[in-house]
């Protein structure tokens, strides 16, 4: 892990956890389905009852076990079915999706326009990180779930104080980073928030350490290949909707740290952003 932020800095993240009521936990149907997901030994039938008590999850799976992307014979209308046509890692992809999408929106967030871009950035991410796991040796499932997770800090920054974080936006249009606007504004970045809000959900080490995606790993970092891969697929998310400029290679929009921590060329950098944007596009056709 990175050197422990300042006081400062702990005490303006301090006043931005204790500004929500609704921080302390995330929805419990979705540690629950994350719970049971990734037990080898939980029942299909353990699965549905825990999934049926939530009305938006169910509709959600019964959606992709009937889309195109299937195939299916006929159509599934029971949640027991889906859930085994889907399978119990996408299903656990789907419950962190859907538990943390309120915390990104809000039904009547007049800054919601903001937050949708994060929410989708944040999915892409996931896809992103996750194939590059794959290419590389690391823990995929723990990759998409660092990429889901990585902009948690913006949408809590913004929950805290909105008109604050429309300042943050003027302060980068003035030609700061996001995270110098932020900790101008703040007194900490979105990266310090994600870090404290894990360690308060009782995250792994592990899975925080892959959230402080943008400072290169330190000497006791227990994860730098996770950090990595989140780094990157943060990159490759945004220049999937960016787009590259013609004249400038990938190697040099993308963290050198990570690139180099993962042996990855540069020639390889332009395969691999391909993969990722290939990727998006799928996980976008599921309805993800």
Same mark, same amino acid.
């Given at each position: 892990m990175s050197a422990a932020p300042i006081? +400062?800095?702990?005490?303006?993240?301090?006043r931005v956890l204790s500004s929500m009521k609704d921080i302390a936990v995330l929805?419990?149907? $979705?540690?629950?389905?994350?719970?049971?997901?990734?037990n080898t030994d939980a029942s299909m039938l #353990? !699965? #549905?009852?825990? &999934?049926? &008590?939530?009305?938006?999850?169910?509709?959600? =799976?019964?959606t992709i076990? +009937?889309?195109?992307?299937? %195939?299916?014979?006929?159509?599934?209308?029971?949640?027991? #079915?889906?859930?085994?046509? $889907?399978?119990f890692k996408q299903i656990r992809q789907m419950a962190m999706a859907v538990g943390l999408f309120d915390m990104f929106v809000g039904k009547t967030d007049k800054e919601s326009l903001r937050r949708r871009d994060w929410w989708r950035h944040s999915l892409d991410s996931a896809v992103c990180s996750q194939r590059i796991a794959y290419r590389f040796g690391v823990d995929a499932d723990i990759a998409y779930t660092c990429g889901l997770l990585h902009y948690i800090g913006?949408?809590?920054?913004?929950?805290?104080?909105? =008109?604050?974080?429309?300042?943050?936006?003027?302060?980068?249009?003035? %030609?700061?980073? $996001?995270?110098?606007? #932020?900790?101008? $504004?703040?007194?900490?970045?979105?990266?310090?928030?994600?870090?404290?809000?894990?360690?308060?959900w009782g995250f792994p080490m592990t899975l925080i350490s892959g959230l402080v995606y943008?400072?290169?790993?330190?000497?006791?970092?227990?994860?730098?290949? !996770?950090?990595?891969?989140?780094?990157? %697929?943060?990159?490759?998310?945004?220049?999937?909707?960016t787009g590259k400029p013609h004249d400038v290679g990938v190697a040099? !929009?993308?963290? %050198?740290?990570?690139?180099?921590?993962?042996? &990855?060329?540069?020639?390889? !950098?332009?395969?691999?952003m391909e993969e990722c944007a290939g990727a998006i596009a799928k996980a976008v056709k599921f309805g993800l």
């Amino acid at each position: 892990m990175s050197a422990a932020p300042i006081h +400062n800095t702990e005490q303006a993240v301090a006043r931005v956890l204790s500004s929500m009521k609704d921080i302390a936990v995330l929805p419990q149907v $979705v540690f629950k389905i994350m719970e049971m997901t990734g037990n080898t030994d939980a029942s299909m039938l #353990e !699965l #549905e009852k825990a &999934i049926v &008590i939530d009305p938006g999850f169910s509709t959600k =799976l019964l959606t992709i076990a +009937n889309s195109a992307s299937f %195939g299916l014979p006929k159509k599934v209308t029971s949640i027991r #079915e889906a859930a085994m046509f $889907v399978g119990f890692k996408q299903i656990r992809q789907m419950a962190m999706a859907v538990g943390l999408f309120d915390m990104f929106v809000g039904k009547t967030d007049k800054e919601s326009l903001r937050r949708r871009d994060w929410w989708r950035h944040s999915l892409d991410s996931a896809v992103c990180s996750q194939r590059i796991a794959y290419r590389f040796g690391v823990d995929a499932d723990i990759a998409y779930t660092c990429g889901l997770l990585h902009y948690i800090g913006k949408t809590l920054l913004c929950r805290s104080d909105a =008109l604050a974080y429309t300042k943050v936006e003027l302060v980068v249009e003035r %030609g700061a980073s $996001v995270r110098q606007a #932020e900790v101008a $504004v703040f007194g900490c970045d979105h990266q310090d928030v994600a870090i404290a809000a894990g360690i308060k959900w009782g995250f792994p080490m592990t899975l925080i350490s892959g959230l402080v995606y943008m400072d290169p790993m330190g000497p006791q970092d227990p994860e730098p290949h !996770l950090r990595a891969a989140t780094a990157l %697929g943060d990159s490759f998310a945004t220049l999937a909707i960016t787009g590259k400029p013609h004249d400038v290679g990938v190697a040099e !929009l993308v963290p %050198g740290w990570a690139s180099a921590l993962l042996k &990855i060329g540069s020639d390889e !950098l332009e395969n691999l952003m391909e993969e990722c944007a290939g990727a998006i596009a799928k996980a976008v056709k599921f309805g993800l």
